[in-house]
């Protein structure tokens, strides 16, 4: 096969998505395009068919129906009012408490759920009542609330990690869960410190100051309304570590373990239930398909040399991997903002994880980093899902939204910077439990 013909894929998927065709019509119609250019008709469409059956026959991707189903019904089943006051419990006597309340919990909620949509449409609703109660400045709540959601993408468990660790030939998931935890902090701390300059520099944004005080009475049974659901982090991620079950037998714990809880909450009932299996089946195959279409794609990418074409290009340029590296996230960034994580980590990932190792890159840090950079692409207009989330639940336009969010941007991409030029950040504690020799 002609290599040009890479570059015929990339320009046919290009004006597919300015048109405005779905991403995964437009992953597969422009695959399937250029094996029928290059193949006899039937050996290209049986070539692609068996290519999108085998790429989602893979018992590490059961875990993504799992975990989405786990972090539906936990999105129904009164846990997030529960870790909302918990979070208090830390920044509940800060100026402008409510915002960081916001940033802790989705932090707590993404760790225990893995979705950033998720966290942001349940501890923002959670939260919106008090925050205008208070006279807390909507904008600036919204863009705290939108801005630290996808820590739980990064924090595990984790979908897109799931999905990395297929697409790069089976990195470690239990590294890879691991390494997301201070990465996945620090992002929520870059968070934090855009909230702390903000009310700084504008008092009357934090609103009416609230005189919490907890006894130590108050503070346990807070503790112990919380701690169930916490737990849920040992329930998966201890399992793992431990060697006791898989990622996707952990996830089917993590199933069982949160509908257990919400049935215990009394906060979900058969109703619910059909509604949290209706909308997992629905995302479960939206991902699967995608899935499906992008290992058509990189078939062809494979077939055709085109990330080999590139990786030599940028060699050719330079070999310093601080260079490279930076030239990466430049391009994840502006890929993040007009794709969803998903597709971009099934796209990018066969391109650049190979100019990654070549350089001496860890991949799992090399993974680390692209779920970092694709996270922020959440959280930006034009097609961002927490953004748009953010925005309906609690009624500011994107427009507002938006200019609030700059400072949270430009915070959370210093914090892209240092967890992508110190590897140690990312490698330390699956080296810790062993992951990494």
Known sequence: MDASLGIYLVAIFAVLIVLGVPIAISIGVSSVAV????????????????????????????????????????????????????AYLFVGRIPGSISHVNVVAN???????????????????????????????????TAANIASGPTGQIIPPSNGMIVYSVVSGGTSIGALFLAGYIPGIIMGLCSTLVLAVSLKLHPEWAGRPVDLKYSL?????????????LAMIIVVIGGIIMGIYT????????????LILSLLYRQIDLKVLKNVATDTIVISSLVLFLIGCSSVMSYVLAYTQLPKMISDAILGVTHSPVLILLFMNVILLMVGMFMDLTPALLIFTPIFLPIATKIGIDPVHFGIIMMFNLCIGITTPPVGAALFVGCSVSGVSIEKATRRLIPFFLMTVVGLMVVTYIPALSLWLPSLAGFIK
């Open 217 to 229: 009475k108050m503070a346990l049974r807070v503790i112990w309304r919380a701690a169930p659901s």
């Open 247 to 258: 990622a996707t037998e952990a996830a089917c714990s993590a199933v069982v373990y949160a």
């Open 35 to 86: 094996l029928v250019y290059a193949m006899p008709f039937n050996v290209a469409i049986s070539t692609s068919a068996q290519k999108m059956v085998t790429g989602i026959d893979s018992f590490s991707l059961l875990a993504v129906p799992l975990f989405i189903m786990a972090g539906n019904i936990m999105n129904h089943g009164g846990i997030a009012r529960r870790l909302v006051d918990f």
């Open 107 to 141: 932090m707590l909620f993404g760790s225990v759920s893995g979705s950033a949509v998720a966290a942001v449409a349940a501890v923002g609703k959670t939260l919106l009542p008090e925050a205008r109660q208070q006279g807390m400045d909507i904008p600036l709540f």
